[in-house]
T-cell receptor, first 109, second 114 residues
Framework: GEDVEQSLFLSVREGDSSVINCTYT??????LYWYKQEPGAGLQLLTY?????DMKQDQRLTVLLNKKDKHLSLRIADTQTGDSAIYFC?????????FGAGTTVTVRA | DTGVSQNPRHKITKRGQNVTFRCDPI?????LYWYRQTLGQGPEFLTY????????KSRLLSDRFSAERPKGSFSTLEIQRTEQGDSAMYLC????????????FGSGTRLTVV
């Protein structure tokens, strides 16, 4: 089946690193994604990782994948106020994405 | 290309009325997807098209819902006899088949059924 779970809330101080965690169940997932959603807006693809990789870095974003434990994390370095949003983890199998409920990240000054 | 475009952005309707939403995908994308997102949840898959063929429908898509993509370009999602439980954000996305790093979402249509 497809079940994606995330921590619901994260509060972080501006300038610190944020780490958002996610677990998934479908071991046949080919890609895993992180999307960002700001209030009233659609989903913005932040980054993705192919299932045969264990790490991907893209500017301030680092994705770690532990395929054995089916655990995915997103680290945002030097978190800014503009990073306040809901972050969704998603797994894919061919055409369909299965999303977690989202982690609300609040950046405080 | 302006990305995936959805209209209207907001729709308020009375219970029992029919509503129709439109999605214009990225022009070279042959796959088009519909998702529904309720408050506090992640998006849930409803259906997808490859060109004009509807290849998969979720069990969430009751008989009151119908989606079309007649010429393999834009798509419409119609909800008949709306219910309060249909209130949600309806998101459209598009991609090239086999290219899952290019799955792009629109801004969504927020439906409120009163």
């Amino acid at each position: 089946g497809e079940d994606v779970e995330q921590s619901l809330f994260l509060s972080v101080r501006e300038g610190d690193s944020s780490v958002i965690n996610c677990t998934y169940t479908d071991s046949s997932s080919t890609y895993l994604y992180w999307y960002k959603q700001e209030p009233g807006a659609g989903l913005q693809l932040l980054t993705y990782i192919f299932s045969n990789m264990d790490m991907k870095q893209d500017q301030r974003l680092t994705v770690l994948l532990n395929k054995k434990d089916k655990h995915l994390s997103l680290r945002i370095a030097d978190t800014q106020t503009g990073d306040s949003a809901i972050y969704f983890c998603a797994e894919s199998n061919d055409y369909k994405l299965s999303f977690g409920a989202g982690t609300t990240v609040t950046v405080r000054a | 290309d302006t990305g995936v475009s959805q209209n209207p952005r907001h729709k308020i309707t009375k219970r029992g009325q029919n509503v129709t939403f439109r999605c214009d995908p990225i022009s070279e994308h042959n796959r088009l997807y519909w998702y529904r997102q309720t408050l506090g949840q992640g998006p849930e898959f409803l259906t997808y098209f490859q060109n004009e063929a509807q290849l998969e429908k979720s069990r969430l898509l009751s008989d009151r819902f119908s989606a079309e993509r007649p010429k393999g370009s834009f798509s419409t999602l119609e909800i008949q006899r709306t219910e309060q439980g249909d209130s949600a954000m309806y998101l459209c996305a598009s991609s090239l088949s086999g290219d899952l790093d290019g799955y792009t979402f629109g801004s969504g249509t927020r439906l409120t059924v009163v």
